[in-house]
């Protein structure tokens, strides 16, 4: 019997792929630049991280809640927020911006 | 049993370990740590020996990063490090202090924050920022920041703290309730008249006196003082000092009556040495005079300054005065301030300077 989409919570189903920092990756040891993961939103995506890599959502997001200023997230090339979905296969950068001195 | 001593420095790109044996004539260098974020405020715990540093990265926020192994590894947490959904976030930790089993964190926009499990979790002390004064208070030239915690040694409900620009305060009931502390401390940059407010003023730094808990030295933007009574009331003794504008002030590890500053020559004067000739200075008799201390400093052409957490003292005899300045080289003195020598250069800006003593 087919499985009722509606029934089924996004995250179970949808995979992505995601391209961390390499300075980010640091702070964390075992974690990975390159990560495929299921998440149906940038949130979900965020809460993922912290699951696997306790304390990463911190270095990522603020307690707004956002995305830090200086963090950028593209989702297929376009610029995202929290509650940015994310399609099946989509394609993400987590980015650090020019900054510093 | 041997000891060595560790300067530990918070600079504005990473954290590095100076240490020596107890003669303190010869240094070695360790660091970067800490990914070279921004180190606000690098902190040991002689008891347990472990050393905690407090800051905040553009691109990540703010952590308290931890080393068990005098620096050797290190690891960071923020977990708990919030205030409620909605609020300003945090962007950085600025000063952190051990007590026995409790770990304090000041933070900026200014509120306290304590942990119970070492720096792994932790939890807001909301008292602070129910204060009445709160929708009044203002940032500093570094923002809003509290950057100055003051631990009862023999009573875990006392503490001070200090927020610039909003004062001194204090609780006696582990931080539920805060009173205002600036009884006698000037604000010289509000309207003639108004310069002995309750609360506003610009404090910088404060330390405890040796052995003294009731005695309190105070670095304001306006001013140095001392207090006999907790801070219920300050006296100025900024009277035989070449200005009343610096930044940060070192107890005696051991006499309450000597303590150090560095005075600069004003807020709008650049914030260099006077007359850029370095010198630190030092009082035996708890303020009434001062002497400068300028052997082995540069007198000629020091236009750095000394930023509020960047001076310490160490727990040996005679005991040692230590110093960072805004161009990087740390400055030590084995004697109790009467000669000084670089024992690092060139590092990048020094934001803070503590010292933990440790078995060799």
Not at chain 2, 87 to 100: C, D, H, K, L, R
Not at chain 2, 107 to 124: I, K, M, N, Y
Not at chain 2, 318 to 337: K, L, R
Request: glycine share 12%; with cysteine; hydrophobic share 35%.
């Amino acid at each position: 019997m087919p499985k009722d989409s509606r029934h089924t919570r996004p995250s179970q189903t949808v995979a992505i792929t995601v391209r961390l920092p390499g300075v980010l990756v640091d702070l964390f040891p075992g974690s990975t630049r390159s990560v495929t993961m299921p998440a149906s939103t940038v949130d979900e995506m965020m809460d993922e991280f912290d699951r696997r890599w306790p304390g990463m959502r911190d270095r990522l997001c603020d307690s707004t809640p956002a995305i830090r200023k200086h963090i950028n997230v593209f989702v297929d090339g376009e610029r995202a927020r929290l509650d940015t979905p994310l399609e099946p296969g989509a394609k993400v950068f987590v980015i650090i911006a020019i900054s510093g001195g | 049993m041997a000891k060595n001593v560790l300067v530990l420095i918070g600079t504005r790109k990473g954290a590095f370990i100076l240490e020596s044996d107890s003669k303190r004539k010869s240094w070695g260098l360790k660091g970067p740590f800490c990914a070279t974020w921004p180190m606000n405020h690098l902190v040991g715990n002689p008891t347990t020996g472990t050393i905690y540093g407090g800051g905040g990265n553009e691109w990540f926020g703010p952590a308290v990063w931890k080393s068990t192994d005098l620096g050797e590894s290190w690891t960071h947490s923020s977990k708990g490090l919030a205030y409620e959904r909605g609020a300003e976030p945090i962007t950085a930790v600025w000063s952190v202090a051990p007590n026995n089993g409790i770990l304090y964190a000041g933070v900026q926009p200014a509120g306290l924050f304590r942990s119970d499990d070492r720096g792994e979790t932790w939890q807001h002390v909301e008292g602070l920022r129910k204060h009445p004064s709160r929708p009044q208070w203002s940032p500093g030239n570094a923002g809003l920041i509290l950057h100055s915690m003051v631990l009862h040694p023999n009573d875990e409900n006392q503490m001070w703290i200090g927020i610039s620009a909003a004062g001194v305060f204090y609780t006696s009931d582990r931080g539920k309730t805060w009173e205002a502390r600036n009884k006698g401390t000037r604000a010289d940059f509000l309207p003639e008249g108004e310069n002995y407010p309750e609360f506003g003023q610009c404090v910088h730094n404060f330390v405890m006196a040796a052995g003294k808990p009731d005695r309190l030295y105070q670095q304001n933007h306006c001013g140095m003082y001392r207090s006999d009574d907790g801070g219920k009331s300050w006296q100025s003794i900024e009277q035989g000092l070449p200005s009343s504008f610096g930044f940060p002030v070192a107890a005696h590890s051991s006499n309450p009556d000597t303590v150090f500053m560095i005075p600069l020559n004003g807020d709008t004067a650049g914030r260099y040495m006077p007359d850029a000739k370095a010198a630190v200075w030092r009082t035996r008799d708890a303020g009434k005079t001062w002497q400068d201390l300028r052997e082995g400093l540069p007198q000629q052409n020091a236009y750095f300054g000394v930023l509020r957490q960047a001076m310490a003292t160490d727990r040996l005899e005679p005991g040692g005065v230590y110093f960072g300045t805004s161009s990087g080289t740390v400055f030590a003195s084995a004697n109790e301030g009467d000669s000084f020598a670089p024992i690092a250069e060139h590092l990048p800006v020094i934001t803070s300077v503590e010292t933990m003593v440790v078995e060799g």
